[in-house]
């Protein structure tokens, strides 16, 4: 069982920047692939990021790419979304989620966080 709390969300302006983090108990936390996804209203679940157990695979959607960066601190239990160049069009609820398999589809995860807010304002 895992069990992940994002934080880090708020409201900014466009062109700047947040980073969000999500903790994870439990000690297989660094045996999972890691994923943050986000939901605007109206709209359904995307993919955003994702980043194997290891580190060593990582994979953006074409609308985030050359602005977020996904990483992760297995020692920590942490999985982190920098975000830059933020869009108004960026804005959604932002989750984290866990599986046991790296990916962009959200059925291959089997954790989810409860999401964090971002709005971005023009």
């Known amino acids: 069982q895992v069990q992940l709390v994002e934080s880090g969300g708020g409201l900014v302006q466009a062109g700047g920047s947040l980073r969000l983090s999500c903790a994870a108990s439990?000690?297989?936390?660094?045996?999972?692939?890691m994923g943050w996804f986000r939901q605007a209203p109206g709209k359904e679940r995307e993919f955003v990021a994702t980043i194997s157990w290891s580190g060593d695979r990582i994979s953006y959607a074409d609308s985030v790419k050359g602005r977020f960066t996904i990483s992760r601190d297995n020692a920590k239990n942490t999985v982190y979304l920098q975000m830059n160049s933020l869009k108004p069009e960026d804005t959604a609820v932002y989750y984290c989620?866990?599986?046991?398999?790296?990916?962009?589809?959200?059925?291959?995860?089997?954790?989810w966080g409860q999401g964090t807010q971002v709005t971005v304002s023009s």
């Open positions: 989620a866990a599986g046991p398999a790296y990916g962009g589809r959200a059925s291959a995860y089997d954790y």
């Open positions: 439990g000690r297989t936390f660094r045996l999972y692939a």
